[in-house]
Nanobody
Framework: QVQLVESGGGSVQAGGSLRLSCAAS????????MAWFRQAPGKEREGVTC???????SYADSVKGRFTISKDNAKNTVYLQMNSLKPEDTAMYYC???????????????WGQGTQVTVSS
């Protein structure tokens, strides 16, 4: 099993940037398809981006061109660089590990505790 711990959230003004980190332990991130999800109050959890073991990434349309997922296999850590942040990006952000980049949250068996991102206008 893999344990995931997110960090890097915070409050930022619109147009700003944040970098989230997801530190993995217990197993290598190379064994998993690693994803970032987010959930705003009163809304369903939605997929933001995912990276497969080979390093290919996919993104939700709402974040394409602004967010970038990456991973450092040596540090066993996955990152989410978020630029040009908008108030609608405000949410709890979760790191997840699974065996696919297809499908919704039910496809991911391991989750972090989340880190809050708040973007003010």
């Amino acid at each position: 099993q893999v344990q995931l711990v997110e960090s890097g959230g915070g409050s930022v003004q619109a147009g700003g940037s944040l970098r989230l980190s997801c530190a993995a332990s217990g197993s290598s991130v190379t064994n998993y398809w690693m994803a970032w999800f987010r959930q705003a109050p009163g809304k369903e959890r939605e997929g933001v981006t995912c990276i497969n073991p080979g390093g290919s990434a996919s993104y939700a349309d709402s974040v394409k061109g602004r967010f970038t997922i990456s991973k450092d296999n040596a540090k066993n850590t996955v990152y989410l660089q978020m630029n040009s942040l908008k108030p609608e990006d405000t949410a709890m952000y979760y790191c997840a590990a699974g065996q696919t980049c297809s499908g919704g949250p039910d496809e991911y068996h391991f989750w972090g505790q989340g880190t809050q991102v708040t973007v003010s206008s």
